[in-house]
């Protein structure tokens, strides 16, 4: 019976010692397990974050603007650029678009969505402290069964593009106008010669010479077009070439020592021998040939023009074509390298100007990596600088 109780209570032990180390075994398999599932946990979650940040660093670089709803009309998604143009943050996750964008018209189109699946090319004005344009496509989004999980708007700024329309549709305008203008003068000239005029000498000549002036004028007109085209464009091939500056401002003068005469205006050089810009010749004769005509043009009968230069830092010369006339209006400063602006409309055509003339300056400076200024006060004379490579 001892015996029997004796083997009973080993068995007993062996069966607990047993019992034992398979609990001691799958603690350890199940904390191993549950280590194993932590880290995996742990690299989910950083690889989830790794995709939100590339999703977000993707979004914001784009130039448009792109807004993603749930299906309750709730931001869940946003970029920089909508952000910015709507001046909101990117904690209106969650909000509805309305209190995001604040613009009834955007929640309009979302609304319009129920009915048609995109809305595209709408063209949307935004007021405020900067006004633009803004091309949107509104797109109802769906999952691959065809159920609906929300829409995504893209806002496209079209404000640049618009503002360039503008410009060229008001550059054709002004072209035409500039172009028929001496077209009619040279037209009724031709006109009064065939209704008989021919027979009257001194009639005769009078015509002539105004279809002669006006052909001229429109010749001018055209080359300065096309210049400024080429300018632009980047088409006009430089050649820049060491350019010895005193020599160029005296052939210029040379060029326009009859009109200065006629106006009696005393051209002076001032610049220093031995300064030399690296420079298209051609484009310096013209930038030179322009700002001094203008001098004479718009200076003072009687008075004087001067043209000095200086080295500057950076490896670069600035000239000044300074006159002592009437000046330029503070409002005109920042708008004469326009295209076609004149302070003086009628001053400028009774001079024979194409009102191109400054806008060549400009572009041709440009071209050499060169900037243009003006200062100007009224009856103070004006200062044209410039500056260029030097050599
Ligand atoms: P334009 O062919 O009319 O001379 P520009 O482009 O050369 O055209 O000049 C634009 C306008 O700038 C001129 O019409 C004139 O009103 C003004 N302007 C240019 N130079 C001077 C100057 N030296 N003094 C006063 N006004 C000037």
Redesign the pocket.
Known sequence: MTLLLAVAAVAALAALVAWWRVRRLRTAESSAHATALAALKVRHNEELAGHQRRLETLLDSMVDGLIVLDTRGRIALSNRAAETLFGFSRQMVGCTLLEAVRHHEVAALVTRLGAEAAILDHELRLEGLQPCVLQVNAIGLHDAAGTGTGAMLVFHDLTRLRELEGARQEFVANVSHELRTPLSLIKSAAETLLDGTKSDPAALDRLLAIIDRHADRLTLLIDDLLLLAQLDSGRLVLHPQPAPVRAAVQEVFDDLAKRAQAREVRLENAIPDGLTAKVDSDRLRQVLS??V???I???RPGGSLTVSAGAKAGGWLEVC?R?D????PPE?LAR??ERF?????A???E???????????KHAVQAHGGEVRVE?ELGQ??A?YFTLPAA
């Open positions: 322009n700002l005509d203008n001098g043009k718009y200076g074509v006159d006339g009437p000046g330029i005109a004469v390298f602006y004149r302070v003086d409309k001053r400028s055509r001079q024979g100007g194409t009102g191109l003339g400054l806008a060549i300056v100007s004379g004006a044209f």
